[in-house]
């Protein structure tokens, strides 16, 4: 438990042990929480009625594989780690896991999909656990107004693995005397939670509707407003059942990005693959409606300044009335990030012309943080929000909507002949994202690719062939993978 209160459970549970009759030990290994490991904190009782007159229990200072009899997991990835460390085994080990993700930092910098599959967390955790109780924690902690510890302490009162009662454990949360209240509503949530767990099993068998994480649930279908309508009606008349769902959430993003016009234009260049095969139509939608709302300038400013973004803010940081909230925007926008929001003639002189980026280049040495929760820095990226009416005469939009074309060209002559290969085209528009540095790299290994596409026509395994190169385009940011799997071809 890395920075969630695993050093109050421990004491609760060492406080707990103590007055029912157990000698208790906890030690605990600092680690530095989802950046190589969480804190380890080890917990060893022993009953005081066993010990013999004059003696004392020898009680270990952290915990040995094969000989653990309760593991507490404070999120899903850090359940995995106790599987890997071996720490959970099926004849001996209760796991007691919230299924929530806090995406680790190798997670997040990954350039392509760095998650770990969740699912294959929870089908190892089930396996290895002789009792498995999962639910998620996180969400009932803040539903009750706590943290996540006394959730997980009413999960492992009700897990049966311990030998005291419910309302020893409500006991020990009172003699703490901090958050009492709240402490109690969480670690009830947590209790029936994990007695719901605990009898559904470690197949977890009817699980989905109590949002234990467990699973995959079903997307909610998305569903088009007024100013959307004829929009929608072309998406139902016009294109197979499969893709609908996907085009609807595409129609909506672009709409939002730009205005319904755009979001109809997007409908308009996928028109030419309503008839292809349903696995690259929807593919197709999905990159393409990532694509035409490249981020820039305007985008984030856009969203920076959203009352949606304060109110969520706010939320997350449990913001009271009696409190003032003071948000600090870190910018650095680059000459090339200014060109792109430019008028398409404007920029490309600001980019040529020595003079001007004599000039414009000296404020963008430095970073600056802007605070939106003031006036001034709130004006000054509504300001640049107010530019979306004039982004399709921007730099950036003309040259990304001849790429998008160019990238579509490919789809749709392949479509009919190399329908693998047109696959991965469409799937390789995921090197192409972010702004800056991380754009220019992704949009570099992009094109590489798309040069390869004369030879590859005509191999036989082209689709996989492709995908194989979009994975080393992915694997580092040196190129040093790509290099290797050109020179292979």
């Known amino acids: 438990m890395g920075g969630e209160g695993g050093g109050v459970l421990a004491d609760w549970l060492v406080d ?52 653990v009899d309760v593991v507490i997991a404070s999120e899903l990835m850090e359940a995995g780690r106790a599987l890997q460390r071996g720490l959970v085994t099926p004849a001996r080990t209760t796991l007691v896991a919230s299924t ?39 969400q009932l902690a803040e539903q009750a107004g706590a943290p996540i510890t006394p959730a997980l302490c009413g999960a492992l009162a009700a897990s049966g693995a311990m030998p005291f009662t419910r309302e020893q454990f409500e006991e020990t949360i009172r003699r703490g005397g901090v958050g009492v209240e709240g402490s109690l509503r969480a670690f009830a949530a947590g209790f029936d939670a ?37 929009l929608e009606t072309r998406i139902t008349a016009e294109f197979p059942a499969s893709a609908h769902a996907i085009l609807r959430a595409g129609v909506l993003r672009l709409a939002d990005y730009q205005d319904p016009p755009y979001a109809a234009q997007y409908l308009d260049r996928l028109a030419a693959l309503r008839d292809a095969a349903p696995e690259l139509l929807q593919d197709t939608a999905r990159h393409l409606a990532l694509w035409m709302s490249y981020e820039d300038a305007i985008r984030v400013a856009d969203l920076k300044t959203r009352r949606s973004r304060f109110a969520r803010v706010a939320s997350e940081v449990r913001l009271d009335g009696k409190q003032v909230l003071e948000i600090g925007e870190f910018m650095h926008p680059r000459l090339q990030e200014i060109a792109d929001i430019l008028p398409a003639g404007v920029g490309r002189w600001l980019l040529s ?39 399709p005469r921007s730099l950036r939009f003309q040259q990304e909507q001849e790429r998008i074309a160019q990238w579509l060209a490919h789809i749709q002559r392949l479509a009919g002949t190399q329908p693998a290969l047109a696959l991965e085209v469409a799937r390789a528009q995921r090197l192409v994202k972010g702004y800056g540095d991380t754009h220019a790299r992704g949009w570099a290994s992009f094109e590489r690719l798309m040069a390869t596409l004369p030879r590859l026509e005509s191999s036989a395994d082209a689709g996989a062939r492709m995908r194989n190169l979009a994975q080393a385009a992915l694997a580092d940011e040196s190129g040093a993978a790509l290099e290797r799997e050109l020179a292979s071809l």
């Open 16 to 67: 707990l042990a103590e007055h029912n009759g157990f000698v208790a030990q906890a030690t605990s290994v600092p680690g530095v929480a989802q950046r190589t490991g969480a804190t380890l904190y080890y917990i060893e009782m022993f009953p005081r009625d066993a010990v013999p007159p004059g003696a004392q229990p020898v009680l270990a200072l952290a915990p040995v594989p094969g000989e």
């Open 100 to 138: 929530h993700r806090v995406y680790s930092m190798t997670e997040r910098t990954a350039m392509g999909d760095g998650r770990v599959d969740a699912d294959k967390l929870l089908q190892g955790a089930r396996a290895a656990a002789r009792r498995f109780v999962q639910a998620d924690f996180a």
């Open 194 to 230: 994990g007695l719901d767990s605990r009898l559904r099993g470690n197949d977890g068998k009817g699980r989905g509707k109590d949002g234990d994480g467990g699973g995959k649930s079903e997307a909610v279908a998305t569903r088009l407003g007024p100013r959307l309508a004829d």
């Open 353 to 391: 012309s020595p003079f001007a980026r004599g000039v414009v280049q000296p404020f963008t040495r430095k970073g600056r943080v802007v605070r939106t929760s003031t006036l001034s820095g709130y004006l000054l990226l509504y300001a640049i929000a107010a530019l979306r009416p004039l982004r």
